[in-house]
């Protein structure tokens, strides 16, 4: 630990990659650490259509835009790192992030950890994550091909999701806890039109099980008439796959007691600056109005900006 850094981003999904293009850009001495691989919920995204520049075609998905944003942090020169932060120590004028692999410093600090998904809440679900429900799509799509899958949520995620389904599954149908859609409308309209997709509204998934230890038994409850149906994987399959998503929880426990937050997300003000001087946060993290890779990627710049006013101001 004998190098004090300008500023340490903590996470390589769109912020922390749009922090890391600023910060080196403008000069800073800048690390950018990661503990998996770049793009965050976007590396597991087959399809980004509202990223202002990207175009969806065969050659277009969520790694190859992160892949150009990974590429382009490295020509600007920040510093990176592969290691798993364990705790942080933000309120002095030093940052300590300490991690894994060894501990860093540094004069800001950039919180960009992003967001996993939200479990489906269903019981035994612990025991069939990986041996039938998965949460990602672009994962796991192939081991279900020719079965039956079913998606739970009624979001732009689970829509689209549902649909890159269909490419594999021989029947998708989707659960969602209402019996309308909260995804856009023209995400709507291709998931209606879709011939393999099915909908079973007004319903939740209750419990999970499997004999065998692989999903092949559910019960889905009608939340307006509490009845209850129990679906089969077919004899002939064993297995069927359901996929949730249902949204997402923040990646802030490392930073309770210290950031200030509401329901885990972090408070910032507009210039991404949280009540400790010095530390900013970017991303699907924060408290805000709208969770997307444009917007992400702008607290990421914002963020990184404001580093260095930060710094210049101090010195
Ligand atoms: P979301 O918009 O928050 O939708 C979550 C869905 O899950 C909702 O339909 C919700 O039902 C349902 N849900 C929530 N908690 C549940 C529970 N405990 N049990 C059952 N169902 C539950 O999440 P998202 O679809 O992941 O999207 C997150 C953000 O990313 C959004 O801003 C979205 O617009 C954006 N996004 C955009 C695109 C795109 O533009 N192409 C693609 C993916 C995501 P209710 O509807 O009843 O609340």
């Not at 269903?122 to 081991?143: L, M, P, R, Y």
């Not at 089969?232 to 249902?246: H, K, S, T």
Request: net charge negative; aromatic share 8%.
């Amino acid at each position: 630990m004998d190098k004090m850094y300008d500023v340490i981003i903590l996470g390589a999904g769109p912020a922390g990659l749009a922090a890391g293009l600023y910060a080196g850009r403008s000069r800073m001495n800048a690390l950018l650490i990661e503990k998996g691989q770049d793009g965050g919920q976007i590396a597991t995204t087959n399809e980004i259509e509202n990223y202002p520049g990207q175009v969806v075609d065969e050659e277009e998905s969520g790694p190859s835009l992160i892949a150009r944003m990974t590429a382009q942090v490295e020509k600007f020169g920040c510093e990176r790192v592969s290691d798993t932060i364990t705790s942080v120590e933000l309120t002095g004028d030093v940052k300590k992030i300490v991690c894994t692999g060894g501990e860093y410093e540094a004069k800001t600090v950039i919180i960009a950890t992003g967001a996993h998904s939200r479990p489906i809440g269903c019981k035994n679900e612990g025991q069939f994550v990986g041996k039938g429900i998965s949460f990602c799509a672009t994962c796991d799509a192939n081991f279900f091909e020719d079965l039956e899958v079913f998606v739970v949520g009624g979001g732009d995620s689970a829509v689209e999701e549902a649909m890159y389904l269909t490419g594999f599954a021989r029947k998708v149908t989707l659960i969602h806890r209402r019996n309308e859609l909260r995804a856009a409308k023209s995400i709507q309209e291709k998931a209606f039109k879709n011939e393999k997709m099915n909908f079973m509204w007004d319903s939740v998934v209750e419990e999970v099980n499997g004999p065998d230890g692989v999903l092949s038994e559910m019960l889905v409850r009608n939340v307006k008439t509490d009845e209850i149906t129990k679906i089969e994987a077919d004899e002939d399959d064993g297995i069927f796959g359901l996929f949730g998503f249902i949204g997402f929880l923040p990646n802030t426990e490392l930073f309770e007691g210290q950031v200030e937050m509401e329901n885990s997300y972090i408070l910032t003000d507009d210039n991404m600056c949280t009540n400790i001087p010095g530390v900013f946060a970017a991303g699907d993290l924060r408290k805000k109005s709208l969770r997307q890779v444009v917007t992400a990627a702008a607290d990421g710049a914002i963020a990184a900006t404001q580093a260095l006013k930060y710094i210049e101001n101090a010195e």
